[in-house]
């Protein structure tokens, strides 16, 4: 783990940095405020700070009160050197954003214990960050197929609609389902369903445009939203979309599997409601299964 070593005295920032890389850190050594500051504005910034109180150019508690300034999600835990003893400096470096504060002359032992305190003070706010992450993950995305979940992928469609009123513009939405998906299961097993889902999802992100979605309706069904699109058959993207659809080829078991997909499209320009638009692109999903499947009907 990296950390910043902010003192202007040479001899105390080398003997600083010795300890500390005897802990398993990787030291970053400035000798100023300025310099401290620039450290912590780097991409990936060091996720513990040591700073002196009095440095030039820049106070370590004004380096400290900028950082905390940011507001950043992940913040670094920031501790504060100085020969100051009073309860009142004490307390305006709290105030300042620092979450320790060590006195010189300082113990070894004690700079070891409190830098260790932030160390686990760091990996812990790691870890609830990437819970947090996985819940906001998880709370989007089908667990499955990786594509957006239903509730998601209509709360966009809403939104493309809502943008494509105010800037006249248009949306499509094309309705996908997986012809005869069910004897797939049934012959080869929900395994291989679950492989042939993985792989369709796959094939549509990998031809859809950068502001295109798309995510799972449910079952083998999954909705496509296509913002600056009318949703017209001189349009090629649905029609593109199928055909890559009917080259996917899953082997299970040593056995081949191919599949194509019905598809049912409706565009608005914003003027018609989520339910209107997925009900005309469910009508036109039905058709294209009663002309034979594995084609494109526009509603």
Same mark, same amino acid.
């Given at each position: 783990m990296q950390i910043l070593i902010a003192e202007d005295d040479l001899t105390s920032r080398t003997i600083l940095a010795a300890i500390l890389q005897k802990?398993?850190?990787d030291p970053i050594e400035v000798g100023d405020g300025g310099a401290a500051w620039a450290a912590m504005q780097q991409p990936l910034p060091?996720? @513990?700070?040591?700073?002196?109180?009095?440095?030039?150019?820049?106070?370590?508690?004004?380096?400290?009160? =900028?950082?905390?300034?940011?507001?950043?999600?992940?913040?670094? !835990?920031? #501790? #504060?050197?100085?020969?100051?003893?009073?309860?009142?400096d004490i307390v305006n470096g709290l105030e300042a954003g620092a979450n320790d504060y060590i006195t010189k002359p300082y $113990?070894? $032992?004690e700079l070891r214990a409190r830098v260790q305190v932030g160390r686990r003070m760091v990996d812990l706010q790691a870890e609830l960050i990437a819970a947090k992450d996985a819940l906001a993950h998880e709370a989007m995305y089908d667990s499955l197929t990786g594509a957006l979940n239903r509730r998601v992928i209509l709360e966009t469609l $809403? =939104?493309? @609609?809502?943008? %494509? =009123?105010?800037g006249k513009t248009s949306v499509s939405i094309g309705l996908f389902d997986i012809d005869h998906f069910k004897k797939v299961n049934d012959v080869y097993g929900h395994q291989a369903g679950d492989e042939v889902l993985c792989k369709f999802v796959r094939t549509i992100q990998s031809n859809l445009r950068n502001y295109d979605y798309v995510g799972r309706y449910g079952g083998e069904e999954f909705l496509v939203v296509a913002p600056d699109s009318t949703g017209t058959p001189n349009e090629s993207l649905y029609e593109r979309l199928r055909i890559q659809i009917a080259r996917i080829s899953t082997v299970v078991r040593g056995v081949r599997i191919n599949i194509t997909a019905s598809v049912g499209v409706a565009g608005s320009n914003g003027s018609t409601t989520v339910e209107t638009l997925v009900a005309a692109a469910d %009508?036109?999903? !039905?058709?294209?299964?009663?002309?034979?499947?594995?084609?494109?009907? !526009?509603?």
């Open positions: 802990l398993g850190f060091p996720g @513990l700070a040591i700073l002196d109180w009095e440095m030039p150019g820049m106070s370590g508690i004004e380096v400290c009160r =900028k950082i905390r300034e940011q507001n950043s999600a992940n913040p670094p !835990y920031i #501790i #504060i050197l100085t020969a100051r003893q009073a309860k009142a $113990d070894n $032992d $809403d =939104k493309e @609609l809502k943008r %494509a =009123k105010r %009508a036109a999903l !039905y058709r294209a299964k009663d002309e034979g499947r594995n084609r494109v009907v !526009y509603k």
